[in-house]
């Protein structure tokens, strides 16, 4: 069997799919891996690098992708400059990984199921034991939980930690994150690391220990119906809910200095949950971070990629912040990826075991024999 990684081609994308460690890994398993020159570059894995692993490197995209059994990628496949589109690259028949988000990629998808692709999103893995250590979700959510605080950190015109001088004491910086999943906990525990005062949020009471953990103060509120959709994943809250937490998000807002915001529905989609009556009670000085900007933002202020001030308090809004941190984001992307392979290789036989049965692999296939396959993702595109 075949591999291929092309080099990504998604607008500051700096990621690459497979780092030359896993790679090598997959060729130690008997698969053959190509990767486009320059795929590794941003995250500082040179061609040299892929070469010593064992893999050949092709000139460009459509070489590579004309031969492959199966492409790994991090983004969903997308048109290119030249204006032909990726999936047209890929051979027809051929399965592709990556993280897909495929209901914000409804084009994509329908283009994957028209080759035809088998097609698997790592963000669409059931959330099981056995499944972590192939989640791309969380490996990437972590990063971007570190490093949005460390954005806060940088905007923000106080300490993060208290100091005591001679020439006075600072008090800690406060710190108020909502929603506590992965990239929330990050957050809550990258804060404490840096000294500050921490409180955080989320619509799942189970979470409350797993603040607690990291050294973060529960706030909560007695919802009426609460959101838990199973799964870890969050359900979109009732209209009396949603006035019941934007009551506690107004006044606990106006005490920080720094709010990040990593609420999502369903894993994809960010709620709006600040409004500007809340930004506006803020004080001048603090900051907004809202890492759910992938998801189209937290904050009915946010602009999407962008740093606005909104009276005093700035409000960033960062797109894709795992392509800030390439070099780990892609080996942690890599074993992601590299462990989902090994789980379905089938040595004896040299080849990958579309095994239906699995939880895994059904529950991340998107296309399959021209078809979309993918419940959620049928469900959008009706
Ligand atoms: P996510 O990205 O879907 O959502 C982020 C957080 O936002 C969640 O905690 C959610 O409850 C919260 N949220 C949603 N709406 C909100 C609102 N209105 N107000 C406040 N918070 C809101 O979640 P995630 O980070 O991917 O994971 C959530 C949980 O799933 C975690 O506990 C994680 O450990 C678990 N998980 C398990 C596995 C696995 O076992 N394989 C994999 C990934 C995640």
């Given at each position: 069997m075949k591999i291929a990684v092309p080099r990504e081609i998604r607008a500051g994308e700096t990621r690459v799919a497979l780092d030359p460690e896993s790679c090598k890994k997959l060729i130690q398993l008997g698969i053959e891996v190509a990767v486009e020159a320059g795929a590794g570059a941003a995250a500082q894995y040179p061609d040299e690098a892929y070469r010593a692993a064992g893999a050949t490197l092709a000139p460009d995209a459509a070489s590579l992708l004309d031969q492959a059994d199966f492409v790994l990628k991090v983004?969903?496949?997308?048109?290119?400059t030249d204006g032909t589109h990726e999936v047209d690259l890929i051979r027809?028949?051929?399965?592709?990984?990556?993280?897909?988000?495929?209901?914000?990629?409804?084009?994509?998808?329908?283009?994957?199921a028209a080759r035809p692709l088998t097609a698997f999103s790592t963000d669409c893995i059931p959330r099981t034991t056995r499944a972590q250590a192939m989640d791309t979700l969380s490996s990437q959510a972590n990063l971007v939980g570190y490093k949005g605080v460390l954005l806060g950190a940088m905007e923000l015109p106080k300490y993060f930690p208290m100091f005591m001088t001679a020439a006075g004491t600072t008090l800690p910086a406060k710190v108020f994150v909502i929603g506590a999943g992965v990239a929330g906990l990050q957050a809550?525990?990258?804060a404490k690391r840096l000294g500050a005062s921490v409180t955080a949020t989320d619509v799942r009471p189970e979470v409350k220990e797993q603040i607690e953990s990291v050294g973060g103060k529960y706030v909560g509120i007695d919802l009426k119906q609460g959101a838990s959709a199973g799964g870890g994943y969050a359900a979109e809250l009732s209209a009396e809910d949603k006035a019941l937490q934007a009551k506690m998000l107004a006044d606990h807002c106006a005490q920080v200095d720094v709010v990040i915001t990593t609420a999502l529905i369903g894993g994809v989609f960010a709620p709006k949950l600040l409004d500007e009556t809340i930004v506006r009670s803020m004080k001048p000085g603090s900051v907004i971070v809202d890492l759910g900007a992938d998801g189209g933002g937290n904050c009915t202020l946010s602009k999407l990629g962008e740093t606005v001030d909104v009276g005093g308090v700035k409000i960033l809004a960062p797109l894709n912040l795992p392509a800030t941190l390439a070099t780990h984001a892609s080996m942690l992307f890599s074993r992601n990826l590299l462990n989902f392979m090994t789980a379905f290789w089938d040595r004896s036989a040299a080849r990958f075991n579309l095994d239906w049965a699995d939880d895994i692999l059904k529950g991340c296939a998107v296309t399959h024999e021209g078809q979309v396959v993918h419940g959620p993702t049928q469900k959008a595109l009706n």
């Open positions: 983004n969903a496949p997308q048109e290119r027809p028949g051929a399965m592709l990984l990556a993280s897909i988000f495929p209901t914000r990629h409804l084009e994509a998808v329908k283009r994957m809550i525990a990258t």
